[in-house]
């Protein structure tokens, strides 16, 4: 009896050993999953940087869109005023337009500089 004894006394001390073994092993790999959901849950700050960054690209690229789009309306409507009037040059519009056209020549001619220079800076950043 003192044999069996032993045995089962061994026995016990297995099971023990394997049912603490594999409790440990449940439990690190529970605090893993958690530690990944937790990650993967939450924003990380490299990825907000990266997105700051993207969106802050596209919204100079729609600024430059858009100053585009301004800067080629001006074009057409000077060009326009020329055709009008029979200018080839901005001293034959300035002798050839009676005053309130003139002035609405000049500020097209002020507004599409102003409008060029907003986006010559734009790009160049």
């Known amino acids: 009896m003192n044999g069996q004894t032993k045995k089962r006394s061994l026995l016990k001390r297995w099971e023990t050993l394997v049912g603490l ?3 440990v092993i449940a439990v690190a790999g529970g605090f893993y999953k958690g530690a990944a ?3 993967s849950r939450y924003s990380k700050t490299v990825d907000c940087e990266r997105t700051r960054g993207d969106l802050k690209l596209t919204q100079m690229r729609l600024d430059q869109k858009i ?3 301004r800067l080629e309306q001006y074009e057409e409507r000077i060009k326009r005023k020329e055709d009008r009037n029979g200018c080839h040059s901005v001293q034959d519009c300035e002798t050839r337009m009676d005053d309130g056209t003139r002035e ?3 500020k097209l001619r002020r507004d599409r500089d102003l409008v060029r220079d907003q986006y010559d800076r734009i790009s160049v950043e």
């Open 104 to 106: 609405e020549y000049r």
């Open 21 to 23: 073994l594999v409790g």
């Open 37 to 39: 959901r937790v990650d």
């Open 67 to 69: 100053l585009y789009d």
